[in-house]
């Protein structure tokens, strides 16, 4: 970049002295331009006659000479083509003499000075074998503007001229002429109609007459003649009231039966007075009462006479003759509600066979029904014909007698001559020539010292990043010297999770830079980085608060997790070191690294479908494999399917690509894994990591070979927290983990392995 601020530094007068001349030349240029003026008129499409091609639909409640419809953009369009068409135009330009004017006929010599130069060197004549109606018609044209507004029924005629005057009476003589033309055109279109519609209305009456005498004819020949409110057949008819009957006797014959079969069953239980209809007997009521008297009297006499006294004899007497009479007379009321049921019975039987005599007279002239039917739609058809034209022409006919016809375009506005010409704007279009000269200039300055410094003519100075972290690999003898590495920034992506996202770019790591022995002793040492300091915690609370206060208040805290062995499972530790530092409300993410797939994620009740190495295959999104841990706010991501060959199916560019997309994300991200398979990350993505945890079980006696400090993984690194995660030595803990704990083969110093 030093490089092309001096470059342009350098050439920043000459820049500047030719954006100047450029913009000078453009005022000369158009100051001998001469200036066009521009005048507008409005017209608006508000109504359209019965005749035109566009109208779709009337509104009953319009006049006869007005009809409304709905003018869609289509219809719009065509009014504006309509506006531009050869035979429209040629009228203007006959009326206003455009071939006499030097602007719209080139053959009469230039308009201005520019003109004139151009003609000197033989550009802006006339064509060859150009007639004069071409070249005035392409002057129109290229001074003619027809448009619509948008989501309106507006048409605007925009024309320039360098004379204001004659801008103005082009566009009000076009916008006059389309209107008279169509309301002439609609005129002329009625009249023509009027003559078709005579025709078809005298060759359609005979037809109709015709169709409707055989219809009769018909009608009487198979007895099919209608009556009624409905108009209906005289068999619909019948069959619709012997339908009725037939209901009713139903009913009744229905009620009846009832009756009877209740009478008899009283009559033989004994109770028959109780009946209604022996009841409603005047000659049964007397009975009655003759017969409460006589027990009455008998009552009495008991008590001074005798069973055998003559009186006590002719009141039984009495008593048993009415009580023979009232059992006749209820007999014969129920003789006659059978024959009630039995007449009702009969009535149903004779309204049935009439209404099947019916049906089977229908079915019978079901042929001559239908050909009845057929004639009366034809007939009714070419009656509805018949009316519609004869509506028409009594419409069309109104309007032919006052000349009237509905005016589709109405102007609005007239245009008027314009006194500020619209074009050349001289000192505008010049500074933007200055301006877009300056901006090219500069552009070609900055292109060709990157091109001359991309071939070796110069340098570019390297944009330093920041150095969060350093990580070199322990020295190795090997006969080819490895080549440094060569860092790069962690790319930023846009990622939207169910999480905070914090737009500052994460800090940068610095490369791994092997140094084999050969290559030390070829070039000159590099300047060691600061080792880090290896810090042992023991408490969980502590080891949470620590992250949360190392994390910058503008960057998520990247965090790796593993055992200090291969046989230590550091996934309890993970996921209790997430929850502790979720419960002041940051964001926190655990990422279960296991490119095997033999993560901790079942053992945590995560979903195992789909996880962080579908991520990597490009087999998965984000919000796919991002879920809530269960009982708690922290999110987590399973490992997903594994990698049939890890070492060579992880993309180191991909995966720096989504850590730093989730650091973006997330206050805290923890990636925990197994020793070897942490130690394979550590190593792929140079160390890119704020801060690196081993859990390590509780000591039973002092440590016999301790890290060194800044050692983490087997990598010497600076500017990242190593810290040493003790565990808490338990009274149940078995005895033979203490020794599987002291029987691990200790890791060489590092002096020892160079």
Known sequence: MSTVFEALKRRAPWLILASAVIGAATFAILSMMAPRYLSEAELAIVAQGSANAFADTRSPSASPDLVTTRMDKEAINTHVKAMQSPELLEQIAAKLHLKDRPEFNSELGPVDTLGRILRLVGIGGPKSGESERDRVMSAFRSRLQVYSAKESRFIGVRVTSIDPQLAADIANGLAENYRASIAEQGVVEVDDQQDVLRGKISKLTPEVAAAETEVDRYRGEIDGFRGGAQNTGLNEQQMSELTGELTKAKAARGEADARAKSAREMMKLGSADALPDVQKSPLIQNLVQQRVRIERQISEQSATLLPGHPRMRQLNADLAGLKLQLKGEVAKIVDSLDKEARVAQGREDSIEKSLADIKARVVTNAPEEAKLRQLEANAKAKRTELDNLQARLESNRKKLDTRAQPVEAQIIS??????????????????????????????????????????????????????????????????????????????KVELEPQAKVQPQPQPQSQPMSPSPVREEMEAPPLPMPPQATVVIEKDMTALARRLKGARSTDNGHRTILTGETASIDASAEALELAKAIATDGQYVLVVDWSPTGEGFAGSAALDTSKGFNDLLRGEALFDEIIQRLPGSTVHAIASGKAFDNADHDIDPDQLNLILDALDEAYDQIIVAGRHDEARNLFETIEGRFDTGILVADPPRVPPILVDASGIFLGFEVSDIDVIRFERKLTVTEPANQHVAAHSIEPRMPIARQA
């Open 414 to 491: 007239k245009a008027q001559p314009d006194s500020v010409p619209i074009f050349p704007k001289k000192v505008q279009l010049s500074a933007l020539m200055v301006f877009a000269s300056l901006m090219f200039g500069t552009a070609w300055t900055v292109a060709k010292t990157l091109f001359h410094s991309a071939r070796g003519g110069g340098t570019i100075a390297a944009r330093s990043r920041p150095d969060p972290s350093s990580l070199r690999a322990e020295p190795v003898l090997t006969a080819q010297p490895r080549p440094v590495a060569q860092s790069q920034p962690k790319p």
